[in-house]
């Protein structure tokens, strides 16, 4: 199976390249990346059988070609932070929307949180996850495992059986793990079995109805906020923790200017912790929940301008790892409520590029940064060797975009199943046409 891409720009910040060339793959892999591909009339690849070479039966099939010209080629994106909702909760999302909605929007790789119905707490849910997956047969989904069985916090998840079963990860994401101790534990389990350790940083007692940040618009509004603090206090715990452990933390959808401080210094220490941000904490404040709007009702809540500003600094001098998106699906019955009994979070694989293409254009981060930090860094952070890079020998995963298109966002026609998104109507650039997943075109 051969398949040529031509004529794009190719952006492999892994190799540092940044240029046009072509790009073939053969079975899944990248099999040559070169300025020129010709395989018309090549001598190692005639256009015609040759007459009289043997009977070994009938001439290869032609190679696929896409045409990339003025388009970016990039290793295809990997999201480390969605919620796919299957097992339980299929009427806001299942494996097949769900992979749908990240083909469409770039996505080959996505890591899918536990708090599914039942939890993925143990490993007949994680083979049923890797299996679904596969037979819908669009993006890799690699499963996350819970911490805590049921997330309950009590007691640890079976966790090395669910390693068995293909998780690269635990976290009692949509919850905190409050219990020091069982977090202690399951950082040391976790090592044990090479896992990283994504924290949902929020101190629950402290944070209370959470889904808006404390301050003025909280105020004005009359609901109770969640203060910066409900964050730090976690992070600054599981960099501890990780320290005790020397386990590798990773600190999901990061908000906050202290956390990020907390995560800065940690790492100067030389602590295994990497950190996420999402495009929405990048691109909106706490002003957007203004008119009680429930599509901006999310876990850690939007912040601060001041916050916003300090994590586009992180972004520019390298200290976020990775842009993920949090994709939280949920009915509109499940939004269209009193503000502080609305779901939290939104959809947000379909927007992720050409709302971080905003970044670009704003001078925040260059274009290869941004493909690094939805690609080559998750690669390196989830440990997918051969992934996140366009190498000679990696598997042939690839996002082709236009990062210049104009167009709006149309909820209306995400794959998702749900339309929960405050960025409805936004006027964006950039469109994806090709996602390829092992050399084949999994969106077009
Ligand atoms: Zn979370």
Same mark, same amino acid.
């Given at each position: ?170 976290? $009692? ?29 929020? $101190? ?30 976690? =992070? ?36 295994? =912790? ?32 001041? $916050? ?93 975009? $236009? ?42």
């Amino acid at each position: 199976m051969k398949l040529l891409i031509k004529n794009g720009r190719v952006i492999d910040p892994a190799q540092n390249r940044d240029g046009i060339f072509d790009i073939l793959c053969v079975d899944g892999k990248v099999h040559r990346v070169e300025k020129k591909i010709s395989l018309l009339g090549s001598d190692e690849n005639p256009a015609q059988p040759v007459r009289g070479a043997g009977v070994r039966g009938a001439p290869e099939a032609p190679p696929t070609i896409i045409d990339a010209k003025g388009l970016v080629v990039a290793p295809g994106f990997i999201d480390l932070h969605t919620h796919l909702r299957e097992p339980g909760y299929e009427y806001k999302e299942d494996l097949k929307s769900g992979t749908e909605a990240a083909a469409a929007g770039g996505f080959t790789t996505v890591l899918c949180m536990a708090n599914t119905q039942p939890v993925n707490d143990n490993a007949v849910i994680t083979e049923f996850i890797v299996r679904k997956a596969r037979e819908v047969g669009l993006v890799r989904v690699v499963p996350v495992g819970a911490i805590s069985k049921g997330l309950e916090g009590k007691s640890l998840a079976e966790i090395g059986q669910m390693a068995d079963a293909g998780i690269i990860g635990v976290s $009692d994401d949509g919850r905190c793990v409050m219990d020091s101790a069982l977090m202690r534990k399951a950082m040391q389990y976790a090592r044990g079995f090479n896992l990283l350790v994504i924290s949902h940083a929020e $101190d629950e007692d402290l944070s209370g109805p959470g889904s808006i940040n404390e301050g003025l618009v909280a105020t004005e509004l009359g609901l109770p906020g969640s203060p910066n603090a409900a964050e730090e206090i976690i =992070v600054a715990r599981d960099i501890a923790l990780a320290e005790l452990t020397r386990a590798r933390l990773h600190v999901a959808h990061l908000s906050t200017r202290g956390s990020l401080d907390l995560v800065r210094a940690a790492k100067k220490r030389g602590v295994a =912790v990497t950190c996420e941000v999402t495009p929405h904490h990048l691109m909106l404040t706490d002003e957007a929940v203004r008119g009680y709007r429930t599509e901006a009702s999310m876990r850690p809540p939007l912040r601060s301008a001041e $916050d916003v500003a300090a994590l586009r600094k992180g972004l520019k001098e390298g200290v976020i790892d990775a842009i993920a998106t949090d994709h939280a699906p949920h009915a509109s019955f499940e939004k269209e409520v009193e503000f502080v009994k609305a779901a939290h979070g939104l959809v947000g694989l379909e927007t992720a590029l050409p709302l971080c293409l905003k970044l670009v254009e704003e001078k925040v981060i260059r274009l290869p940064d941004l493909v690094s930090l939805l690609s080559t860094r998750p690669a390196k952070i989830a440990g997918f060797k051969g992934r996140g890079t366009l190498k000679v020998g990696s598997e042939a995963d690839v996002t082709i975009f $236009d990062p210049e298109e104009k167009r709006k966002i149309d909820a209306s026609r995400f794959r998702s199943k749900s339309r929960n998104t405050p960025f409805d109507g936004w006027s964006v650039k950039g469109r994806v046409h090709y996602t390829l997943v092992a050399g084949k075109v999994v969106y077009e």
